[in-house]
């Protein structure tokens, strides 16, 4: 099956800023994959942050808008999510995923996702 590993989570400071990576392994056209970022707090459900889908569309939770920005490299086989302007509440682990299925309705929901990667820590103090 598909594997994903992120990379680039860590601290920051109230108002800083941080970029995930997310690298996908060969042996799937990525390109035809729908991609997006999730984000769990423990003892919480896992919320969808946003999503990009195989032609392009995007999709933001509305608590990330005008702050993150999500894009992708097919040929690299990446997805990426730049954080602006965080805030403590963005403290979460935060995951990407894949699906093959690419239904707008369903960009930023968790269950509809195939393929997890195991996440990155991201921390933001006051």
Known sequence: QMQLVESGGGSVQSGGSLSLSCAASSGYVYKFFCTGWFRQV???EREGVASIDSQGGIHYADSVKGRFTVSRDNDARMLSLHMNSL???????YYCATKFDCRPLSALQAQAYSYW???TQVTVSS
């Open 42 to 44: 423990s003892g919480k």
């Open 87 to 93: 805030k403590p509440d963005d403290t979460a682990m």
């Open 117 to 119: 990667g195991r996440g």
